[in-house]
């Protein structure tokens, strides 16, 4: 039985969830200091915006409700806090990162786990997303098949899943290809750009902070070999710990500089080839390069160099173990992405010349991306330039238990501020098509779940509608009128937002948003590109027949032309069948007029020819009777 009590400083709970200890202590001050109002934190950017400073230090709880998935705080200034108990369950339980995500591997473990993902999918699909950095954190890399086979689509997909971070070599922010040499000796600046066979290894030991992820995929091959070689390092680092505890504390303790000269530039650096996390204990780490391993030691007393390469030949026995060491000859199609932190990677020797491209990618964009957080939301906008749909529920986001989803909405300008300052900026439009969420506890004032539309800035009050001010939820559009928008703001700036507690769950909602501005008289300044609504809002003609109102009055949607929910105006397909039929009329036509003018010039030439002949046979005769006069003469 849930049950709490609280006394001097602390707050004692007992029982308020199975995922917490049974018993469980916190501080009034940590709480009233981390209360989720909004008036105390921004949903948003989830970043507190109270300064703690003006807090009452000696804060009590006046009184405490709790219930199945929230608890309720009345302080003694007067202020109110709710919890999900989600948040309890999350605070306390610990935050789980990337670190306990992470699952080392060998070979035999690897087969059972899933780490191939589609390019397209993770360019539009929130799923697949989530699927690719799954395998990631936990894995150390990805495969992303059907990648088209050109740099601009790899540096695509890199954007999506994080940062380009600008580097030397050829891997810099624009993902520009080179070709390997034709040389198989070692003279080349790197032994990268040749031929030969790349031990396992990770890049950038010598910098401070090495890249993070690293993008591969090969555009060209004209010989043969070349096999992508992985190891987990991680996996490795906890086999040396078991075995030899002693090897593995050198390696995780004594300092090794690493160096690379290149284009006149010395990088160097010194860290131990195993780093682990402060806080867990776990490999966060690894750098591994023979090639750049210096001969500057200062950190290793020659005493102590023999345990060092004890230490050190150990550790590659277990990388490079054939049981440790995942092969793959990638396609054109296919890109490697991998986490050079966690995996070394090789290369087999090969033959002809070999062209890839690559890119380094920053690890904090791609872990910020990568957290769990960002997917319910993922999907929640369907937005063009000048409007949209937001939608929970159906296709769009499965209306989950504790979502916390902010849209920002900024549509573009319709037209030039300076050339039209009436349509600067655009009004927001706002329209429920559908909308069943669950209604407010008895005991609350507030919606459990609810949507929430703010103009301009998450800071201020949600604006009223039907007299909910706090939020919508059950009832709230009942007698709305149905001509014109639910909501209209001038602000380019709007937020939309939607939050469901942990208890039952409902349908959700459906809403468009146009961006327009009133029509001077009777037409819009862009003609055009503009649809001109019967309410006298202007808006882009894109909104035409999409079975949205957009207009608000829905006459953007009258006289078209809808065939099985489909818009047979504006749709690709029925374009194509229009033409079609055109095509086959026009062809029909043709025909005729063309039979017609064929029977017509046949009967022309027919009695042309009949014509010729007679005329041939006339002159004949009249030569003949010529001749007999002309011999007449001669006789005279």
Not at 144 to 165: C, F, H, T, Y
Not at 205 to 220: A, K, R, W, Y
Not at 371 to 381: G, L
Request: charged content about 25%; hydrophobic content about 35%; aromatic content about 12%.
């Amino acid at each position: 039985m849930q049950s709490v009590k609280w006394c001097s400083r602390f707050l004692y709970f007992n029982n308020i969830s199975p995922k917490l200890s049974k018993n469980l202590k916190v501080s009034n001050f940590f709480l009233r200091d981390n209360c989720q109002e909004d008036v105390s934190y921004n949903h948003v950017s989830h970043q507190r915006i109270h300064d703690t400073s003006t807090l009452d230090r000696n804060v009590q709880p006046l009184d405490v409700q709790l219930s199945p998935d929230k608890i309720s705080i009345t302080w003694s200034d007067k202020h109110k806090s709710n919890f999900n108990l989600s948040w309890f369950e999350k605070v306390f339980s610990g935050i789980k990162n990337e670190y306990e995500l992470s699952e080392s591997w060998n070979v035999e473990s690897l087969k059972k786990r899933s780490f191939e993902v589609d390019y397209d999918g993770v360019m539009s699909s929130s799923s697949e997303k989530k699927k690719f950095y799954h395998s990631l954190m936990q894995n150390g890399f990805v495969l992303v098949r059907n990648a088209p086979r050109n740099p601009q689509s790899s540096m695509d997909l890199s954007r999506e899943i994080g940062s380009i971070k600008d580097s030397r070599e050829y891997f810099d922010p624009t993902i520009q290809y080179y070709t390997i040499s034709n040389s198989n000796n070692h003279d080349d600046f790197d032994i990268a750009y040749t031929q030969c066979a790349l031990p396992l290894h990770t890049d950038n030991p010598d910098m401070v902070h090495p890249g993070s992820l690293v993008t591969l995929q090969i555009l060209e091959h004209t010989g043969k070999g070349g096999k992508s070689l992985l190891s987990d390092a991680m996996y490795s680092a906890e086999q040396l710990q078991k075995s030899d505890p002693e090897a593995f504390n050198i390696l995780s303790t004594y300092r090794l500089v690493y160096q690379h000269i290149t284009e006149g530039n010395n990088y160097i650096h010194a860290e131990p080839v195993i780093q682990l996390d402060k806080d867990t204990g776990k490999v966060n780490l690894v750098r591994v390069s023979e090639s750049n391993r210096s001969a500057i030691q200062p950190f290793i007393k020659q005493e102590d160099m023999h345990k060092w390469y004890d230490a050190w030949l150990k550790f590659k026995e277990f990388f490079n173990h054939p049981d440790n060491v995942f092969e793959r000859q990638l396609d054109f199609n296919t890109m490697l992405v991998f986490d050079n932190w966690r995996m070394l990677h090789a290369r087999t020797s090969f033959t002809g010349d070999r062209s890839i491209c690559g890119c380094y990618i920053s690890p904090d964009t791609w872990k910020a991306k990568a957290h769990p957080i960002d997917f319910d939301c993922a999907k929640i906008r369907r937005i063009d330039s000048k409007g949209g749909k937001i939608s929970v529920g159906g296709d769009e986001v499965n209306y989950k238990k504790n979502l916390n989803c902010t849209v920002r909405i900024r549509p573009d300008n319709l037209l030039s501020s300076l050339a039209y300052p009436n349509a600067y900026p655009p009004k927001i439009g706002f329209k429920f098509i559908r909308f069943n969420i669950k209604d407010k506890w008895k005991w609350s004032e507030l919606c459990e779940d609810y949507v929430a539309i703010y103009a301009g800035s998450m800071f201020e009050a949600p604006i009223t509608l039907n007299g909910q001010n706090k939020g919508l939820c059950a009832n709230a559009l009942k007698d709305l009128p149905e001509d014109d928008y639910h909501y209209s703001l001038n602000s380019m700036d709007s937020f939309v937002r939607f939050v469901s507690d942990a208890s039952i769950e409902d349908e959700g909602f459906d809403m468009s948003f146009t961006a327009y501005y009133p029509a001077t008289g009777t037409i819009c300044a862009n003609p055009a590109n503009e649809f001109l609504c019967a309410n006298g809002h202007c808006i882009s003609s894109e909104h035409r027949c999409n079975e949205l109102d957009n207009c608000g009055d829905n006459s953007d949607e009258v006289s078209c032309n809808y065939d099985n929910a489909l818009n047979l105006v504006g749709t690709l397909q029925d374009q194509l069948l229009k033409n079609y039929a055109l095509f086959i009329a026009a062809t029909a036509f043709t025909s005729v007029v063309f039979t017609i003018i064929f029977v017509f010039c046949v009967r022309v030439i027919c009695k042309e020819d009949r014509k010729k002949m007679l005329y041939e046979k006339k002159p004949n005769k009249k030569k003949k009777k010529s001749t007999t006069v002309n011999r007449k003469n001669h006789g005279l």
